[in-house]
């Protein structure tokens, strides 16, 4: 398998249009189709094409929009000079002695190179390019990923400069993962599977904290212990703060990898998701009875 985190990434060429997979309901439901579960196919529209400029020797040409006042991108496509050696993978099974040569593709929003094999007299705009990268990100869209379930510090609570703050949050697939879904355009299905790598807590005193999990729940049997995974020790009250309280967020980074088995092609984008909180912080005071 051909991973796309490499220079050249495979991709397919499909003659004529791109064919949806099924029919969105009524065109307001963001391309998810009826009946969909937790493993969401997408309904993917074309990318749209109009006739470019044909011949092998053309350097770099542009897969148009549809039709006037449309909106869909196009790729560009420029013929790799020099052409790569005869046994590197960018040929995609063909050879020098076939009239053709190889072209690097660029697509709107993708982040990885591409690159594929056309014959001498066909435009690539003829010839349109599944983006497998913009189908997962359809893929993606349709899980509903959120921000850090805050389940610690609590609004609610009341804590002390110097004492051990545990953070957490609950974890569900939406919150935390792991949560899949796949998408299909053109016969060619993505599957992308997300979930958080980490969750930085800006603390709103300036302090950030990086967490590489939920983090642990407290319980009383922890006493003043630090949190094992993900905690925070307030060096100054939140007196000059609004209402006394710190206000942060929790920022988790949603790790996407996705695979298109029919290409032979998979790679991983990240998203961010963030959620607000606030925490009271007062100071123990001591009073003096002599």
Known sequence: MLNRTTAGAAAVVLAGVLTPAAHADDGRSGGICKGATMFVKVCAADGGSAPGTAGGDASATTAGTSGAGSSKPSCTYTRLDPQP?????????????????????????????????????????????????????????????TG???????????????????????????????????????????????????????????????????????????????????????????????????????TATWSITWTAPALGDEGEFTETRATAWTAWIGEVQVLNTH
């Open 85 to 145: 050696p005869p046994d590197n993978m960018f040929w995609k099974g063909h050879d020098r002695t076939e009239k053709g040569a190889v072209y690097g593709v660029n697509c709107p929003n993708s982040q990885g190179a591409r690159t594929v094999w056309l014959p001498d007299g066909q435009a690539p705009a003829a010839a349109p390019v599944i983006d497998p990268e913009a189908v997962a990100r359809r893929a993606a869209a349709s899980m509903k990923l």
């Open 148 to 250: 850090p379930a805050v389940a610690s510090p609590r609004a609610a609570g009341k804590y002390v400069v110097g004492m051990p703050m545990w953070m957490w949050a609950d974890p569900s697939p939406t919150t935390f993962g792991p949560i899949s879904a796949s998408a299909t355009a053109g016969g060619v299905t993505v599957t992308a599977t997300a979930k958080v790598s980490q969750t930085v807590w800006a603390m709103g005193d300036g302090t950030t904290v990086t967490c590489h999990g939920p983090g642990t729940p407290y319980s009383p049997e922890h006493s003043k212990a630090m949190s094992p995974d993900c905690g925070h020790r307030y060096q100054r009250a939140a007196s000059d703060k609004p209402d006394g309280r710190y206000r942060g967020t929790a």
